[in-house]
């Protein structure tokens, strides 16, 4: 009996560690486009005063492009006048160190998928700490946010007005923040005025950094298919136009597959899908006022409401 009741409980202590790491582990790598591969995975460099978070001084927590592993704080963050995003620390073991091949530098990488993130260099007393991790922008995402250390999951839905499904989005257990943005047009940095011509190819959409210990990407996609109407073509509610249209943007294979399969789901329960599924491209974030946008102003949203499907 004392055997038997031994190996019970070491049963469930390790179903228990088990399940407290499986979402880390299965966490897929995020697909890369030419030029972040060219840095990411090739050690690139890309051109100095070029990447977008160069100048940025956001409040929140910088992260690895390939796996979502939190690496840097903004309080870290500093400008060096360098041409790259500098920070005179790192969240604790989340950067790697190498000596780089051409014997003078030292190359830095995430410490969780290697992605290459730039360079860190020392003795140039530009902050107290006299250290400069000189990074990359392309190597990095931002969440307005202070995340633990860890790796961190990202989804990008799009259907219709943006503050309807982050006001939803934002209210999940497991979701860390909801930012509001256009994606999957040809036109950079599009403004809101622009996106609403309907003639910059933009959705306005949502990304989502979720923990993914709490929560899954299939759970949020799920919620994200119960609170729009996926079979309106080209609008949502009274809002009309190619900008409202209703698409999934995947960041990866897993991604992808999970919405295919799901959206077979609701065709074989007879619903006439419009749901676009689109591999991920460049998020550009909405205006600041666009940002907790029902949460600012008290009120409710007109064109979301939950309609269970699943």
């Keep these: 009996m004392k055997k038997a009741g031994f190996k019970i409980i070491i049963t469930i202590l390790f179903v228990i560690m088990s399940n407290g790491s499986y979402s880390q582990e299965k966490l897929p790598f995020n697909n890369l486009s030419k030029a972040e591969s060219d840095v ?40 060096s006048d ?12 989340a950067v790697d160190r190498f000596p780089d091949p051409d014997g003078m530098r030292t190359e830095i990488a995430c410490n969780a998928c290697g992605a290459h993130l ?6 140039e007393q530009l902050t107290p700490k006299n250290v400069r991790h000189c990074v990359n922008s392309v190597s990095l995402d931002f969440v307005p946010a202070q995340l633990d250390e860890g790796r961190y999951g ?43 011509t309907g003639n910059t190819g933009h959705a306005e959409a949502v ?32 809002d009309i136009g190619d900008q409202y249209r209703s698409e999934i943007f995947y960041l990866n294979d897993e991604q992808r597959k999970t919405a295919e399969k799901n959206l077979k789901i609701l065709q074989d329960k007879g ?3 419009a749901t676009a599924i689109t591999k991920a491209s460049e998020f550009y974030d909405a205006e600041n006022y666009h940002q907790d946008y029902y949460f600012s102003n008290g009120k ?5 409401a939950y309609v269970k499907r699943f």
């Design 300 to 304: 409710t949203p007109y064109c979301h």
């Design 154 to 196: 990202t989804a990008v839905f799009a259907g219709g007005c943006f503050w309807g499904v982050e006001y939803f989005l934002q209210k999940t257990p497991g979701v860390i923040s909801v930012t509001s943005g256009y994606t999957g047009g040809h036109v950079k940095n599009p403004s809101y005025k622009e996106v609403c």
């Design 82 to 93: 360098c041409g790259w995003p500098s920070f005179d620390g790192e969240i604790k073991g």
């Design 207 to 238: 990304k989502i950094i979720f923990d993914p210990e709490k929560t899954t990407y299939e759970k949020l996609l799920k919620l994200f298919l119960e609170i729009h109407d996926p079979t309106q073509v080209g609008r949502q509610g009274p």
């Design 271 to 273: 619903y006439k899908i």
């Design 118 to 123: 730039g360079h860190i260099f020392t003795g």
């Design 40 to 79: 990411i995975n090739n050690k690139g460099t890309e051109i100095p005063f070029t990447g977008r978070y160069t100048s940025h001084m956001g409040k929140g927590t910088y992260i690895c492009k390939k796996c979502g592993a939190a690496l840097y704080y903004s309080t870290d963050k500093f400008e």
